[in-house]
């Protein structure tokens, strides 16, 4: 794989800092993924109250191909583990609250005594200097702070977020990309890197055409009103959704002419010679009349013949049934403790596959007493460690990996 041979030691909870390291551990990265004695938040708490035979449906998203080390960074022997994995790391991510990694005896001036190639990655809410750097940050407060809440809704419908933790995994996403750069820097200058992220960056750069097009156009918040349906405030109609007699749409761009010929409707051919942008709203309800008049295969067949853009608002139980979704393997089923269930997979390819399921660490520790022998550990060392509560193993010792069924 594309990572072989890089160790990361991550040392992130939540999901901006785990989803980051699944992106390298699944390009073939040894992701060392260090957790409280305890187990990490995402092990205690999930979404929608799931657990998948008392694994948290949280955790299982954005830790695969990881293996797990449990470590009491507030003992003395459990931040000599810590300081051993991190001399032998090419990496080391953490997504604490600025200041909370130094406090734990693992400042920068530490780090590179440790490992002066080291490559230091860290995600926050709002990075590590500034007025806001110790506040907390969380997916819905930065969709909230960066304005896509507000730009997302309409005064009629009001301020409305995204249905998913997109900054949280956009963030985790611009994490990776940081840390792949400055390992190429590495490679050609032999130098490590500081690699920062935050959430509210990540937030800012999900709106970069929008916030573009809103300062250079000099426009002020009567630009967001629209019609209900339009999906932003910067397109011009028809972009947007659209009922049908069973079910929505959503058509993108195109020519007012070539729709109105597709769906052969005079009220549409009177208004093709309008402003789609200045009169979008009064064109949106328009085709908001004709394509509810039709059912969801019937439009999308007569959107079909003229190469018109468009597709259905699946459900998430359409995702499953989908050819397309099925030909890019997006979905990989898996068994975690004899119940069977499906992980979203890599999203890209490389040479034509997407990256396998190597291993997934269902316990705290599972896999403690192989990384404490590769860090040069004897068997009576570990024991010793595991007594006085330095690291802790998981309570099956023979658990090996976990692979895909």
Request: hydrophobic share 45%.
């Given at each position: 794989?594309?990572?072989?041979?890089?160790?990361?030691?991550?040392?992130?909870?939540?999901?901006?800092?785990?989803?980051?390291?699944?992106?390298?551990?699944?390009?073939?990265?040894?992701?060392?993924?260090?957790?409280?004695?305890?187990?990490?938040?995402?092990?205690?708490?999930?979404?929608?109250?799931?657990?998948?035979?008392?694994?948290?449906?949280?955790?299982?998203?954005?830790?695969?191909?990881k293996r797990s080390i449990g470590i009491d960074l507030k003992s003395e022997a459990g931040r000599e583990v810590a300081r051993r994995?991190?001399?032998?790391?090419?990496?080391?991510?953490?997504?604490?609250?600025?200041?909370?990694?130094?406090?734990?005896?693992?400042d920068d001036d530490t780090l590179r005594a440790l490992n002066p190639k080291?490559?230091?990655?860290?995600?926050?809410?709002?990075?590590?200097?500034?007025?806001?750097?110790?506040?907390?940050?969380?997916?819905?407060?930065?969709?909230?702070?960066?304005?896509?809440?507000?730009?997302?809704?309409?005064?009629?419908?009001?301020?409305?977020?995204?249905?998913?933790?997109?900054?949280?995994?956009?963030?985790?996403?611009?994490?990776?990309?940081?840390?792949?750069?400055?390992?190429?820097?590495?490679?050609?200058?032999?130098?490590?890197t500081r690699v920062e992220a935050s959430l509210l960056n990540a937030a800012l750069d999900l709106q970069g055409e929008a916030l573009v097009n809103y300062f250079a156009g000099g426009k002020d918040a009567k630009a967001l009103e629209r019609e209900r349906g339009l999906a932003t405030w910067f397109h011009a109609a028809p972009y947007g959704v659209y009922p049908t007699r069973d079910a929505h749409v959503v058509i993108s761009l195109c020519e007012a002419r070539t729709l109105a010929e597709a769906l052969d409707n005079d009220d549409l051919r009177a208004l093709a010679e309008t402003d789609l942008y200045k009169?979008?709203?009064?064109?949106?309800?328009?085709?908001?009349?004709?394509?509810?008049?039709?059912?969801?295969?019937?439009?999308?067949?007569?959107?079909?013949?003229?190469?018109?853009?468009?597709?259905?608002?699946?459900?998430?139980?359409?995702?499953?049934?989908?050819?397309?979704?099925?030909?890019?393997?997006?979905?990989?089923?898996?068994?975690?403790?004899?119940?069977?269930?499906?992980?979203?997979?890599?999203?890209?390819?490389?040479d034509g596959c997407v990256p396998e399921l190597r291993v997934l660490a269902l316990e705290i520790g599972e896999h403690t007493h192989e990384i404490l022998g590769e860090l040069g550990y004897a068997p009576e060392d570990v024991a010793r460690l595991l007594?006085?509560?330095g690291v802790v193993a998981s309570r099956d010792t023979a658990v090996g990996e976990r692979r895909a069924s």
């Open positions: 794989m594309l990572l072989d041979g890089i160790r990361v030691v991550s040392f992130c909870h939540f999901l901006q800092g785990p989803a980051g390291a699944q992106y390298l551990a699944d390009m073939g990265a040894d992701v060392i993924k260090v957790e409280p004695i305890h187990g990490a938040h995402e092990r205690r708490w999930s979404g929608a109250d799931v657990f998948v035979e008392g694994v948290s449906g949280f955790y299982l998203c954005a830790n695969r191909n994995l991190i001399a032998g790391a090419d990496v080391v991510m953490e997504n604490f609250r600025p200041g909370v990694f130094a406090r734990l005896g693992f080291l490559i230091l990655a860290s995600a926050s809410g709002f990075g590590s200097s500034g007025p806001m750097a110790g506040k907390p940050g969380q997916d819905l407060l930065m969709q909230a702070r960066s304005g896509l809440v507000a730009v997302t809704g309409t005064p009629e419908i009001g301020p409305t977020p995204a249905g998913a933790a997109i900054v949280d995994q956009h963030g985790g996403a611009l994490l990776a990309m940081g840390i792949l750069g400055a390992l190429v820097r590495r490679l050609r200058d032999g130098i490590g009169d979008r709203d009064a064109y949106a309800r328009c085709l908001r009349r004709v394509t509810a008049e039709h059912t969801r295969d019937q439009l999308g067949a007569m959107l079909d013949a003229a190469d018109i853009w468009w597709a259905p608002v699946n459900l998430y139980e359409d995702l499953l049934d989908d050819p397309q979704v099925a030909h890019c393997e997006v979905f990989r089923r898996v068994s975690v403790r004899g119940r069977t269930i499906h992980l979203v997979n890599h999203p890209n390819r490389y007594a006085e509560g």
